[in-house]
């Protein structure tokens, strides 16, 4: 039986992220204590790890907005003044 099948599991607590990931350790432990757990996050944390990717796009998608706005300014104020 494969015991990694992707799935992501996600209990609801009141603990804050430690001490849920500390709970969470021990109660699968005290089931099986061979079986390895990796990645265990809070959702919180799960949320701000996929979205940060998503975040740094847009703000350098609106770094570049912004200088190809300010060029297109340029070009429409400075450009044909300095013809005469």
Do not use: C, Y
Request: net charge positive; no cysteine.
């Amino acid at each position: 039986m494969n015991r990694n099948d992707g799935r992501i599991h996600t209990p609801q607590n009141a603990l804050d992220g430690r001490q849920a990931r500390l709970a969470v350790r021990a109660a699968m432990a005290e089931i099986d204590p061979d079986l390895p757990l990796s990645n265990v996050r809070t959702m919180e944390e799960r949320t701000t790890l996929s979205m940060s990717s998503r975040r740094t796009s847009l703000l350098l998608a609106m770094a570049f907005g912004g200088l190809e706005k300010a060029r297109f300014i340029a070009r429409l104020f400075l450009v044909p003044g300095m013809s005469h």
